[in-house]
């Protein structure tokens, strides 16, 4: 028993000394079920609308206060023609739309039976059909608030989805895989690679060779960039081949929007190697960084706009948030680089920061 609680004892003296990996075993669990509590959920709030009203009447003007007045719709823009829908489905502001038609009021006091049209961005399917299920609630309510009789026609939804018409969950999740795909590669493997060289002496040997410090850094990142870049091709045309995503944009934007995103995630890789002594440090903070965040705070799989604000904040420095958008945008909407500048100019924050501060770290590592 001596010899049993003399073990025990060391141990748990190994495990007080090494706090690195003490505080992520305690704080990891934590952390997850805060995360994965609220971001795993499938009901959809604040739902961006617009409502495009041609010729303004009661009717309409009081179905438009209902829109306003509900907390689950944002009203972000009244128009008065469809053609002005195009760029904000586009750009995102939107993910519904209510068309009225012309003498709406009208039509309603004489019994015949009125159209509104439900427009929904269906590049998130589930999304899309909870908005449009959404909107005709407000529809039926009003209907019923009028003394409909039961049974009788008046107001008749008519329901139109964008860019994913067929409601297909590939091409929600496998843009978004290309994300998750690329993470792996970039930042995990490289912090891993990185890693080992510092534990099994290697790093030692380049540093006594001719070669110079930035040498060694882009010795290390220019194969992975390149895995990478070929891992792009992969995806995009195992895309169209298997799960016959749509590609309507620019392949060239896609792939130098994909070597983008593989510049921040090593640039990741490279300062969390920086940053830790050991593989299993190095792993546990690519889990933590990147990995966990890409499936959870990126809008891979659950909407960022059910998730409470802090989440969402956290999530504006998520650099998988900006290429999953990007991916959808270009593969489903075919948008090109005049309405996808913004997360364009974010990843290249990202990159230009993230490189300085990873060669910085590395430079102060192979100082010691």
């Not at 002005?84 to 068309?99: I, K, S, T």
């Not at 990142?221 to 895995?227: D, E, M």
């Not at 299993?280 to 809008?299: E, K, N, Q, Y």
């Amino acid at each position: 028993m001596k010899a049993l609680l003399g073990l025990l004892r060391k141990e748990a003296y190994h495990i007080l000394r090494d706090r690195r990996t003490l505080a992520v075993i305690t704080l990891l669990p934590v952390v997850q079920v805060v995360i994965f509590g609220y971001a795993i959920r499938t009901d959809v709030d604040h739902v961006r609308l617009a409502i495009v009203d041609q010729s303004p009447d009661a009717a309409t003007l009081e179905l438009r206060s209902r829109f306003g007045a509900n907390d689950t719709f944002r009203v972000m823009a009244t128009l008065s023609a469809s053609r002005d829908l195009e760029p904000l489905f586009r750009q995102e502001r939107v993910q519904g739309a209510v068309l009225f038609e012309p003498g709406f009021a009208d039509k309603l006091g004489r019994g015949i039976p009125t159209n509104i049209l439900i427009i929904t961005d269906a590049t998130e399917p589930n999304t899309g059909s909870i908005v449009q299920a959404y909107v005709r609630q407000v529809i039926q309510t009003y209907e019923s608030e009028r003394g409909a009789r039961p049974g009788a026609v008046s107001l008749v939804p008519s329901v139109r989805m964008r860019f994913n018409p067929t409601r297909e969950s590939s091409n929600l999740f496998v843009p978004g895989l290309m994300a998750f795909v690329l993470t792996i590669i970039s930042s995990l493997m490289t912090a891993i690679t990185l890693t080992r060289e510092k534990e099994t002496g290697t790093m030692e040997t380049l540093l006594v060779s001719p070669l110079r410090r930035w040498q060694i850094i882009v010795g290390k990142v220019a194969p992975y960039l390149a895995i990478g870049f070929i891992s792009v091709l992969g995806v995009i045309v195992e895309a169209r081949l298997v799960f016959k995503v749509p590609l309507r944009g620019s392949v060239v934007l896609l792939l130098a929007e994909g070597l983008l995103f593989i510049l921040v995630s090593l640039s990741l890789g490279i300062l969390i190697s920086a940053r830790t002594s050991s593989q299993r440090v190095a792993m546990m903070g690519a889990l933590i960084g990147t990995m966990l965040p890409t499936m959870l705070l990126s809008g891979f799989i659950f909407p960022l706009e059910s998730m409470p604000w802090p989440l969402q904040a956290i999530s504006v420095v998520v650099p998988a948030r900006w290429f999953v958008l990007v991916a959808r945008s270009v593969m489903l909407k075919g948008v090109g680089l005049a309405y996808l500048w913004q997360p364009t100019l974010v990843l290249l924050v990202m990159a230009l920061v993230l490189l300085t501060a990873s060669t910085r770290a590395f430079h102060e590592r192979l100082d010691q």
